[in-house]
């Protein structure tokens, strides 16, 4: 159960967006509130939305309504767990498509070639164009909405299975190469020495936003899983052993991007694209001495990549025509169509926002950042919230007791369980509100 559910949280979250996030908001001081996030927000906001799937056995669109009929606010819980997968595959589907054209890059020995001062052009040169990205994300996302449309998702997440452990292996090999750079070294001070005086109240909304994305939290798809959880799993030993894998993994992705950022010269705060800068910078510098195998790390790291990010889009995709399906009778493939052209159109609006649309923003923010924005800065934490409500306030204690402590017979469970549901009932709800609203004033 547990690889079930690090297999849906390990992803683009701890790879491609955990590096940028921390350079965007000045590196280690920023790591250490993740950290803490993780562990005291998150960790209960997981038990919460295990415990409600588990109790409702279904999907999350129904499992908060179904558990208290009739109040309309659990309905709108409801619907926002539709809402929020296919607000974020919009631009999700982008980014597999930046992934794709990095795959074709590597098989066609780009990174191999250029010297590595070129290397980090190549993706500024790609995204301010306007055809290919939009293409290549059409090219990704009609690929998932394709698989979603037969049912076949079965197949791609059996080969899943195997990419996550060589990501793994890939990542560590990274490591060890891109410490060893020259210049590297301030990358891993970077990471691991705070400066305090780099955080401010909005570090802390995007922190916690950062881990409910990465642990897939605030959506109902943990709702989801735990639906299909058995009876006698232990609840508390599944979501700490997914949230710590999933902070190993993303703590390992910084470890091999950063140092290989300060390596290249990048600005650590260069936003969405500083994988696809310092990534092949690695590979390029490798292929001085060893091309053959700079070739090969290459290709395999980016299909990894692709293949991570299809795995999530397919589930993200699936909640929005399982939904349509259940509720409004729409078939598969007709529910995979309009959820295509819808995704669709809003990611090319995305992807344009790195060219053309470069001008069009809002509070400083263009298109992409919006997307990115609204659904994990604020629609995560408010749905997040609304489920530990619901848990803390709604469920009676003594069925919480009885998930969490599989009806008492989980013995470490039960003698922790009054701290746990108070984290639950209380600091998580409040810490969330509070993060919420100092986000906006300061
Ligand atoms: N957590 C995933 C990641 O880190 C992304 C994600 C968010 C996801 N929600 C999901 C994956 C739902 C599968 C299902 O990349």
Not at 18 to 38: C, Q, W
Not at 73 to 96: E, H, N, Q, R, T
Not at 420 to 430: A, C, D, E, G, N
């Given at each position: ?6 297999g849906s ?13 921390v ?6 001081a920023?790591?250490?509130?993740y ?5 005291l ?43 929020i ?7 999700y ?23 590595p001062?070129e290397v980090?052009s ?8 306007t ?11 009609g ?42 070294s ?9 400066d ?5 109240a ?17 959506m ?38 950063m ?10 705060g ?13 590979f ?73 649309l470069?001008g ?22 408010v ?60």
């Amino acid at each position: 159960m547990i690889f079930a559910m690090a297999g849906s949280a390990i992803g683009l979250g701890n790879i491609w967006r955990f590096p940028f996030i921390v350079g965007e908001h000045g590196g280690a001081a920023f790591v250490l509130i993740y950290i803490l996030a993780t562990l005291l927000i998150s960790l209960p906001v997981f038990l919460a939305e295990v415990t409600v799937g588990r109790r409702a056995r279904t999907s999350s669109y129904g499992a908060m309504s179904s558990l208290s009929p009739g109040k309309s606010i659990w309905k709108f819980a409801g619907i926002l767990s539709v809402a929020i997968p296919l607000i974020i595959d919009s631009y999700y589907s982008v980014i597999g498509g930046w992934s794709l054209d990095f795959l074709l890059k590597s098989v066609t020995l780009q990174f191999v070639k250029s010297n590595p001062q070129e290397v980090t052009s190549i993706f500024g040169n790609f995204i301010t164009s306007t055809w290919s990205p939009i293409i290549l994300h059409l090219v990704f996302l009609g690929a998932c909405a394709f698989i979603v449309a037969n049912g076949i998702k079965a197949g791609i997440e059996k080969f899943s299975k195997y990419t996550i452990p060589v990501l793994f292996v890939l990542i560590v090999l990274l490591i060890y190469y891109s410490v060893s750079l020259p210049g590297a070294s301030q990358g891993v001070k970077y990471l691991l020495k705070p400066d305090f005086s780099q955080v401010n109240a909005r570090s802390f909304a995007y922190a916690v936003g950062q881990s409910f994305y990465s642990l897939s939290l605030g959506m109902g798809a943990i709702i989801t899983y735990g639906s299909y959880v058995k009876k006698e799993e232990n609840l508390m030993v599944a979501s700490a052993g997914t949230a710590v894998s999933d902070l190993m993994f993303a703590m390992l992705a910084g470890l091999a991007i950063m140092p290989a950022v300060f390596a290249a010269g990048i600005e650590p705060g260069a936003g969405p694209g500083l994988i696809f800068q310092s990534v092949p910078f690695v590979f390029s510098t490798m292929s001085a001495s060893h091309p053959a195998i700079g070739a090969a790390v290459s290709i395999i790291f980016f299909l990894t990549i692709v293949v991570a990010a299809m795995t999530s889009c397919i589930s993200l995709l699936e909640v929005g025509v399982s939904f349509l399906k259940d509720r409004y009778g729409v078939s598969r493939i007709k529910g995979s169509i309009i959820l295509f052209l819808i995704c669709g159109a809003a990611g090319v609006l995305c992807s344009l926002s790195f060219g053309p649309l470069k001008g069009l923003t809002l509070w400083g923010m263009n298109i992409f950042d919006i997307f990115d924005w609204l659904s994990s800065n604020i629609l995560l934490l408010v749905m997040a919230l609304l489920t530990v409500v619901f848990t803390g306030f709604v469920l009676k204690k003594e069925d919480v007791w009885d998930e969490i402590t599989n009806g008492g017979t989980k013995k470490f469970n039960a003698a922790i369980f009054n701290v746990v549901y108070f984290l639950i009932k209380w600091v998580t709800p409040v810490a969330i509100v509070i993060i919420f609203i100092t986000n906006f004033i300061f």
